[in-house]
């Protein structure tokens, strides 16, 4: 595929997001777009989680995943740039600029997930020079808010989306809550006092939300995540799972059922996936 190719690919994906206002995440839409998947059901979208380094990024644009998440710091010591990596890591062999500029020879989206308030400035700055040379989806990750069964967070959700801005068109905001899951406990859901501190939140936004939730939890929140998603077409959820999570795949099917397909995204286990695209639906 030539250059030319690529950018006006690139320059569709953010058109098609920008047009008409405030608009739903086009994410699912995007990859049947450029023949990566087969269908607007964003449980095709495949992901590749913390390429953080030279090797894991390489690998990340080998396979055949569609987004590729990674973390963001700030570096512990100078030059203090932003760099990819995970507490308590401080250091890592590639920086975010490196990182984008390897990124920017394919047609794969981006995940960056903060952890630290003092990285987003910089991050979004070279976001915004490397924008134009993006040719897939682009999401801006933090957990915001306190969530079921989690602690306080690190990153404020004020002075977190005041470092983010309006810029960026065409990216995606994946806004979450910390949560905690315990084997042999009564672990809650999200509760109606947590979706709608979320909303409030989210409802001045220009950029479409994602919200990421806990598989583990789902079962108990239904409709309190059928609630949010109602709230505004630009919303849509994330579902992930953590290693040593127990819950049931079958406990997805109302979600499967009575949302919208390509409003939720599935980023879990791949026997988790192998087992939901078997269920009816």
Not at 36 to 58: F, M, P, R, T
Not at 156 to 170: E, I, Q, T, W, Y
Request: charged share 20%; net charge negative; hydrophobic share 35%.
């Amino acid at each position: 595929m030539d250059s030319l190719e690529f950018e006006n690919k690139g320059r569709l994906f953010q058109s098609r997001s920008r047009s008409g206002g405030q608009m739903g995440d086009r994410t699912s839409q995007h990859f049947p777009l450029q023949g990566a998947i087969q269908s607007e059901d964003a449980l095709s979208v495949q992901w590749y989680h913390a390429a953080n380094s030279k090797s894991k990024i390489a690998d990340a644009l080998k396979s055949s995943a569609d987004m590729i998440e990674a973390d963001v710091l700030l570096r512990g010591h100078n030059p203090k740039e932003p760099i990819m990596a995970h507490p308590p890591d401080t250091d890592s062999d590639i920086t975010l600029h490196d990182w984008l500029k390897e990124v920017s020879m394919s047609e794969k989206g981006i995940k960056l997930d903060f952890k630290s308030l003092q990285a987003v400035a910089p991050s979004i700055t070279l976001l915004e020079k490397f924008r134009g040379h993006l040719h897939g989806p682009v999401w801006i990750n933090a957990d915001i808010l306190p969530g079921p069964g989690g602690g306080a967070t690190d990153l404020d959700p004020v002075s977190f989306l005041k470092a983010v801005g309006s810029g960026l068109p065409g990216s995606v905001l994946s806004l979450g809550w910390t949560t905690n899951w315990e084997r042999g406990a009564e672990n809650p859901g999200y509760s109606w006092e947590m979706v709608r501190e979320m909303e409030e939140v989210c409802r001045p936004l220009k950029q479409p939300v994602t919200f990421p939730v806990r598989a583990a939890l789902l079962p108990q929140s239904f409709l309190q995540m059928q609630w949010l998603l109602q709230q505004s077409s630009s919303y849509s959820l994330t579902v992930w799972t953590g290693q040593a999570d127990e819950w049931k795949v079958e406990d997805l099917l109302p979600y499967r059922q009575n949302i919208d397909k390509s409003r939720i995204y599935y980023d879990l286990l791949e026997s988790q996936y192998t087992t939901l695209w078997k269920l009816p639906c």
